[in-house]
């Protein structure tokens, strides 16, 4: 069964960047429609950014122009580059594969991974 494992969290300051990595396992990874989530304590997990087989990328408007996700097939990883960070984006992310009906998350495919922390704070 694929797995995910995902990467590089950290603490930054706000206004800083990162950029997390979702490494996965398998063969078949290019097929997967991929996204992050987040989730922060006490919420629930939201997605903020997907990309489809083909590239096509959407996002969060909370994170629109900020967070540019991205893919790697022959590596079977996807990023996410997080600039200009605020303190409202600390949570734990968590990437996974999507099931998709057109634009529609009807729900993800994966296990959950341990996701990565992210804490933005002066």
């Known amino acids: 069964q694929v797995q995910v494992v995902e990467s590089g969290g950290g603490l930054v300051q706000p206004g800083g960047s990162l950029r997390l990595s979702c490494a996965a396992s398998g063969s078949i990874f290019s097929i997967y429609n991929m996204g992050w989530y987040r989730q922060a304590p006490g919420k629930q997990r939201e997605l903020v950014a997907s990309i489809t087989s083909g590239g096509s990328a959407n996002y969060a408007d909370s994170v629109k122009g900020r967070f540019t996700i991205s893919r790697d097939n022959a590596k079977n990883t996807v990023y996410l580059q997080m600039n200009s960070l605020k303190p409202e984006d600390t949570a734990v992310y968590y990437c996974?594969?999507?099931?998709?009906?057109?634009?529609?998350?009807?729900?993800?495919?994966?296990?959950w991974g341990q996701g990565t922390q992210v804490t933005v704070s002066s």
């Open positions: 996974n594969a999507l099931n998709l009906d057109g634009a529609t998350v009807l729900g993800v495919l994966l296990p």
